[in-house]
């Protein structure tokens, strides 16, 4: 940037949960770095919690339910792929778009680096547009006007570094602030309440196939921790149902499946002992969160995309090759981590909580 603090800047993250999570800390930092500066950020709506409870307004002042970003604009590129030639969603773009030209953003900083989110930049008409030199999808980087040679083994720390480069300077490292939705956490609390003891988190789901640790398992984990004394919910999104519920059958009782929105996942994480799960977004809300983890990895790198800044044990089996390829078979590697092992890792975490 110019020697000039600007008085406006456009985050383009839009998603997914874990990435957006991810992007949090280095939003933060240039918070913290300018205090003062007007700080936008366009995100799909399915993810909006992470940013504003839903029962406040997604602009204005910020409090506890709205606490870093002064303006938040939704965007539905889903939805809006499979119909763009209708009118309708012709007028949503129009509108999402016109609502972000009319804050006038200085500065656009694409997290995201993909062409959808460069493009999404461009459309917004900032002053100026910045962007990884090596962003996920190369064509991208034609859409910046500044391209930052990103440092660090972590993504977290890849994005810290694109802020300092838009910053011109060193930031401040800071722990995530989440918004706090006092619905969702009377709601969760009435739930817990229920249970009346001390619960562990278990998330089966994974982003596709080759990352998900059988189900099954999951569920001897759950039976073996009850014997100890701890409960186990099982969360789940949008069409992984019935693998909750197989969690469920194989604990014996010991686990009870539970849906959430994002708001209440949230306020349920923060009451959690203990997370076990893979590499997805709740595993990455759990971290940011202080939680213990309990990682369970196979194609993806834990390196880069491990639980960050909180206490873990990552499980990754050798055998297990680094991979992007979203291949519906588990990973043979993932499949030769036992439940033992995981129930050894979560008692561990459980035993040694400020160890």
């Not at 913290?32 to 993810?47: H, M, T, Y």
């Not at 994005?159 to 480069?165: K, P, Q, T």
């Not at 149902?241 to 959430?260: F, N, P």
């Amino acid at each position: 940037m110019s020697d000039r603090e600007p008085e406006s800047l456009l985050v383009v993250r839009l998603s997914a949960m874990g990435d957006i999570i991810h992007t949090l800390p280095a939003v933060s930092a240039l918070r913290i770095a300018f205090p003062s500066i007007k700080l936008g950020w366009v995100v799909e709506e399915r993810w909006a919690e992470l940013l504003c409870a839903r029962d406040c307004t997604s602009s204005g002042p910020r409090f506890p339910g709205h606490p870093l970003i002064d303006f938040v604009h939704l965007v539905d590129t889903k939805a809006w792929r499979t119909s763009l030639l209708s009118r309708q969603t012709r007028r949503e773009i129009g509108n999402a778009l016109n609502e972000i030209r009319s804050q006038k953003y200085e500065v656009a900083i694409d997290f995201q680096g993909s062409l959808k989110s460069a493009v999404v930049a461009r459309s917004s008409r900032p002053g100026a547009i910045f962007g990884m030199a090596q962003p996920r999808e190369a064509p991208a980087r034609y859409f910046y006007k500044r391209r930052i040679a990103t440092k660090g083994t972590h993504v977290v720390e890849q994005y810290h570094s694109l802020a300092e480069g838009v910053a011109g300077k060193t930031l401040t490292r800071l722990e995530v602030e989440f918004p706090r939705n006092e619905n969702a956490e009377a709601a969760i609390a009435h739930q817990l309440g229920l249970v009346g003891r001390q619960f562990v988190l278990i998330n089966p789901g994974a982003g596709w196939g080759a990352k998900q640790w059988p189900a099954e398992r999951y569920g001897e984990v759950a039976r073996e921790l009850g014997k100890s004394g701890f409960a186990s919910f099982v969360n789940f999104g949008p069409g992984e149902e019935e693998l909750a519920l197989t969690v469920e059958r194989s604990s014996g009782g010991a686990a009870r499946h539970i849906s959430c929105s994002v708001a209440e996942l949230i306020a349920l994480t923060r009451r959690a002992c203990v997370f076990i799960g893979g590499d997805t977004g709740p595993l990455h809300l759990a971290a940011a969160l202080k939680i213990p983890v309990v990682a369970i990895f196979g194609p993806t790198d834990p390196a880069r995309n491990g639980p960050y800044g909180t206490k873990s044990i990552v499980l990754r089996n050798p055998a297990s090759m680094t991979s992007l390829s979203h291949v519906r078979a588990t990973d043979p590697g993932l499949l030769q981590i036992t439940a033992d092992q995981v129930l050894a890792a979560a008692h561990h975490l459980l035993e040694n909580p400020n160890a």
